[in-house]
């Protein structure tokens, strides 16, 4: 892929920020990072769930009370770059404010169904786009821009199982994801990283905030990619809202008719439930 002068400058600029980050997480000991909506830290080569690590596995440290090494190194990774390597899962402002994020996109039949129901609404979402998808479809990512919503990078092509590779090819999918994204919609800032499926690994967190984007998670997940049908996904984004949630939905990765039909109806439910709508936080921890 052709990258200008400019750009290599940058990323060349971005790698040594972020090898910086790892080796002072690496020095700290930086713990898993608890998560409850599926978005997890683990490293390349963590153990399944409910199996102890070897001994001196990477998380070994994950029950360790954080310490001035663990703190010298989020200090740093802000000074570097000016956003926290934290997930974030709460919308931007104070009060009764609601984040609305879109996955698995561009795709030509869903993303305008979508962005027209945003636009029916006056809510700005953050899309979070596959690099792929926005290389084969700039004009659509160009027109989520252009009505103002914010672009996030969702990795090259959405590998699940990149948590468990190695950081090398975490940081391929995240800095060419990147780029593409860039390159489909020139001038336009890309301020978020969503890991696929959620599955963040300390290393990924610290490559996407020494490149400018908060690694971000959500807080209320309709599971509406699975189509369990419109009742079951306004039933999920309906009930018992946590504080300023970050809600998660997709215009990609399937048949999402039933996400647009439920946005057609939840977006009005908030509106009358006097919530207001913003993007997520990226400057709080």
Not at 49 to 60: D, L, M, N, Q, T
Request: glycine share 10%; hydrophobic share 40%; net charge positive.
């Amino acid at each position: 892929m052709r990258i200008t002068t400019s750009s290599a400058r940058r990323r060349r600029a971005g790698y040594a920020a972020a090898a910086a980050l790892l080796g002072l997480l690496a020095a700290a000991g930086t713990p898993a990072y608890a998560a409850t909506d599926g978005s997890v830290d683990r490293a390349p080569d963590a153990p399944p769930v409910g199996k102890p690590a070897r001994a001196g596995a990477a998380g070994s440290a994950a029950g360790a009370a954080p310490g001035a090494a663990q703190a010298a190194a989020a200090e740093a990774a802000r000074g570097a770059s000016g956003v926290p390597l934290g997930i974030s899962r709460l919308a931007q402002g104070a009060g009764r404010q609601v984040a609305i994020t879109i996955d698995d996109g561009p795709d030509p039949r869903w993303t305008p169904q979508v962005l027209e129901t945003l636009r029916k609404n006056h809510v700005k979402a953050t899309f979070c786009m596959i690099g792929t998808k926005a290389q084969k479809y700039p004009e659509l990512a160009r027109a989520v821009a252009a009505d103002g919503h914010q672009l996030c990078n969702h990795s090259v092509d959405h590998d699940v199982t990149m948590d468990h590779k190695p950081v090398a090819y975490q940081r391929q999918q995240i800095l060419e994801g990147k780029a593409m994204i860039e390159k489909a919609v020139p001038g336009v800032p890309v301020t978020y990283y969503r890991a696929p499926g959620g599955a963040f690994t300390p290393e990924s967190r610290a490559i996407a905030a020494a490149n400018g984007m908060r690694p971000l998670g959500w807080s209320v997940d309709p599971q509406d990619w699975n189509r369990p049908g419109l009742e079951a996904i306004l039933s999920s984004v309906e009930d018992k809202l946590p504080h300023r949630p970050t809600v998660l939905f997709h215009d990609g990765g399937g048949d999402r008719s039933e996400t647009v039909a439920a946005l057609k109806k939840y977006l009005p439910w908030l509106t009358e439930q006097g919530y207001g709508f913003s993007f997520p936080a990226r400057t709080t921890p």
